[in-house]
């Protein structure tokens, strides 16, 4: 990511809706791979994507809407208690009956806590099982995504997306889904009962419902779409984050601290700016219900004052419309306080929605061939072309033709951009070729399940993946079942145990995030370890030693010697010096093999090889020949 601040992180967002669309639109062209296509739907439509695991937990789900319906049921008791308190217990002059009333009114209290506290348990435990549910899948399958999406998404923003989306929804599954349905049937009930006790007094406030309704769905879809956007501001804010935070070192070595910050520090700011657009909409939301709810209750306390005193209702009838009316109206504005809630978990919903939608562009037939355990590990391309999707017109590999035999080593090298690391990614099946096709023991690979065929293959890549935990575990990452001993002898064979052995903790010894504590032969020692452990037939190795010193490439080369023993082997290199006793030496360029041979022949052709050949190991020569002059001048000095 570029270090400049991009227009969509910086620019402040404008007050009127237009603008925000706008930018939420730009937002999308600049992040093709994640799309918002559904970001002009104007309902909760996304949030009926998460009912499948709703459906899974139907047991608990019923209970807590029995709990909640009983808790509204019993909240709607509770004026018609008040009405015959005032009627017959204040009018009878009895204090014992109201004292009886008073008991009554304290059991209906007591069965309302009972049954609100089973409803939140229930709806709480709803909402953590199913977002934890949701995180899982959305996980697992971000894991089967191919390459290819990596290619263009943003780590930050998809890590934003199983987090705070996430986070999102469970507020809404916690308490906004639960509030909706409780208040829906507490302004259904009073409702009903406001017309009973008075249809007349019930004109006044059931009037008044049309005119909260209309600006709640007007103003929910401006909530909506505002906090969508702030969502994916956020979310690039987060990508930026990460991608600085995990090159700290390169950050601080190139003193970008202050700029870092402030660009984060835009960017946070854009999101708040976004946020406060949607606050806006829901506090004007807000107050133009309760404006209306109270103006709609003042009347009803003018007109039924005026009727008690004309004998149309009596004292306790009145407070029992009065309280269901409060009821009703509380509820009422409680649903535009939910609705914009709602709001937001749906466009959280959709943001998730979309992530699953997206396909891997490589999956397993439907029907795949299963390789045999002990595979030949011969390995073919058949007229093998390939371009990589933000660049068809200029082809990595054209027309590439090759035959690895079971237990052949065959190096690869040639000029940076001659498709050599290609050839690793479409045999490990990350990507499928435009044309011709590549057989593993004769079959097509794209017949395999890609964990059949990966399974048969080990790689040790020039960047290894240190993670943030054990040595022992990182070692295990080539086989999670291996044991103890398997796995020490795997770091053995891979001339990692005596570093590992001078460690506190030794095989427990934690490396920190991406192994920031190993070495860079430590590390490739490992991914050796690893390869070792795993015991595939075919085995890739690509530039293992390029960034090594002289002492540390000489383990390594070590390991790897007795590493590819018996096994077919494609190694990719740039330092000549490490692939001589290679059986084949293919030389790349343009995409295409130029030249193929042994060392000896290929020097002697004084083609593409043997002009490396001289640019490398003439250095060498000179060095070495300048270091023995320098050795005798300083012997004759001593002499003198």
Known sequence: MPLSPSPNMLKTCANDEEILLADAQASDANSPTISSAGSSRKSLRPLTRLLPYLLKHKGVVTAAVIALFSAAVITLVLPAAVRRMIDFGFGADDPALVNSYFAVLVGVVCALALASSIRYFLVMWISERVVSDVR???????????????????????????????????????????????????????????????????????????????????????????????????????????????????????????????????AVEAAFQAARQAIMARAALTGF???????????????????????????????????????????????????????????AAERLSELMEIQPEISAPADPVRLPETPRGEISFDQVSFAYENSRSLPVLTELALTVSPGETVAVVGPSGAGKSTLFSLLMRYYDPTAGSIRLNGVDIRQLDPEDLRGHIALVPQDTAIFGASIAENIAYGRPDASREEIVAAAQAALAAPFIDTMTNGY????????????????????????????????????????????????????????????TTLVIAHRLATVLKADRILVMEGGRIAETGTHAELSA????????????????????????????????????
């Open 605 to 640: 052709a004084g083609g593409l090889y043997a002009k490396l050949a001289r640019l490398q190991f003439g250095a060498e020569e000179e060095l070495a020949q300048a270091a023995e002059e320098e050795d005798q001048s300083s012997s004759g000095t001593a002499t003198v």
């Open 136 to 266: 899982s899948d959305v996980f697992a399958h971000l894991t089967r995504l191919s390459p290819a999406f990596y290619d263009s998404a943003k780590s930050g923003e998809i890590l934003s997306r199983l987090t705070a989306d996430t986070t999102q929804i469970k507020s809404a599954f916690g308490s906004s889904a639960s509030l909706a349905m409780r208040n829906l049937i507490m302004f259904a009930g009073a409702s009903v009962m406001m017309v009973v006790t008075s249809p007349r007094l019930s004109v006044i406030v059931l009037a008044a419902i049309p005119v909260i309704l209309v600006p709640i769905l007007g103003f929910g879809r401006q909530v909506r779409r505002r906090s969508r956007f702030a969502q994916d501001t956020l979310a690039d804010a987060s990508a930026f984050a990460g991608e600085m935070l995990g090159a700290v070192r390169t950050l601080q070595a190139f003193t970008h601290e202050r700029r870092s910050a402030d660009r984060y520090r835009a």
């Open 289 to 347: 219900a309760i404006f209306v709810i109270g103006a709609s209750i003042v009347a009803v306390l003018w007109i039924g004052a005026s009727d008690v005193f004309s004998g149309r209702i009596t004292g306790g009838e009145l407070s029992q419309f009065l309280l269901y009316s409060i009821l009703a109206a509380g509820s009422l504005a409680a649903l535009s306080e939910v609705w914009g809630e709602l709001s937001q978990a749906a466009g």
């Open 508 to 567: 427990d010894t934690l490396v920190g995030e991406r192994g920031i504590t190993l070495s860079g032969g430590q590390r490739q020692r490992i991914a050796i370890a690893r390869a070792v452990l795993k015991s595939a037939p075919v085995l890739l190795l690509d530039e293992a030693t390029s960034a090594l010193d002289a002492e540390s490439e000489n383990l390594v080369q070590q390991a790897l010697d007795r590493l590819m023993e018996n096994r």
